[in-house]
């Protein structure tokens, strides 16, 4: 864990509702671990494979327009990290593993980050209350967390956090869905709008991104052609990959 947590004392207790949100997001979540196959996100299912590799080509098109060349360098947090995917993914565009943090809610997937990468500094917290000072990351990331809060409260104050905990100048990776799924009422989609909202004075890029995952888990496994034509429909996809800019000096490009 870095040296540079945040000194001030957590407060005794949450907030009633936080202390609901969380724990129907960790109901959530354990129904997910009960209810979806094992295997399902690998990169051995096509459409795993290829709407990564797409993810990637649109996140490498944000980083070059903005003219960040590498992620050497870089003081990254991913915050709702997950397994750590995309903290390991970081590393192959350039990042150092001592330089990259990650921190989610749920334990067993903390645990199994750790496993994975005990080279990375990854937590066990919530993202309303990150435990870093301001101001020490310079890069930023979100993948698909701010869309399974419904709270709005609660999904403000992990934006302020987000934000607070980047330089001026800095960076903030998001990616996440721009629609509702109506088979999944645990999930609201937050379109371009909504994440200017939520980030307030920062700059934004956004390409829309991602197969519709019905159409997609169809598509992929019959034919790589005919899913990488469909995606170009952009009215098919949805989701966004976003890349915000906060206000201030530049943070370090390579």
Excluded at 102 to 116: C, F, K, P
Aim: glycine fraction near 8%; charged fraction near 25%.
């Amino acid at each position: 864990m870095s040296t540079e947590t945040k000194e001030s004392e957590q407060p005794a207790q949450l907030q009633g509702r936080e202390m609901a949100e969380e724990a129907r997001i960790r109901a959530v979540y354990a129904r997910r671990r009960r209810d979806i196959p094992s295997g399902r996100y690998a990169l051995t299912e096509p459409f795993t494979l290829y709407s990564t590799h797409e993810r990637e080509a649109a996140m490498v098109a944000l980083f070059r327009k903005a003219g960040l060349g590498s992620l050497e360098g870089l003081r990254i947090l991913d915050v709702g990290c997950g397994r750590g995917e995309l903290l390991r993914r970081f590393i192959s565009f350039g990042a150092a593993p001592n330089l990259l943090f990650g921190i989610d809610l749920i334990s067993e997937y903390v645990e199994a980050a750790r496993n994975l990468a005990p080279h990375l500094q990854i937590s066990c917290g919530s993202a309303d209350r990150l435990p870093f000072t301001d101001g020490c990351f310079d890069m930023v990331s979100q993948s698909t967390l701010l869309t399974s809060v419904l709270d709005p409260k609660m999904k403000q104050s992990i934006a302020n956090e987000m934000a607070r905990v980047m330089k001026p100048g800095g960076w903030l990776l998001w990616y996440d869905f721009s629609y509702n799924n109506p088979r999944n009422p645990d999930v609201h989609g937050i379109g371009k709008a909504e994440v200017r909202r939520l980030f307030p004075g920062f700059t934004m890029s956004a390409l829309r991104v991602t197969l519709a995952p019905p159409v997609g888990r169809i598509v992929a496994p019959l034919s790589p052609l005919l899913y990488h034509m469909l995606v170009r429909l952009k009215f098919l996809c949805t989701h966004y990959i976003c890349l915000l800019h906060k206000p201030g000096e530049d943070s370090k490009k390579s």
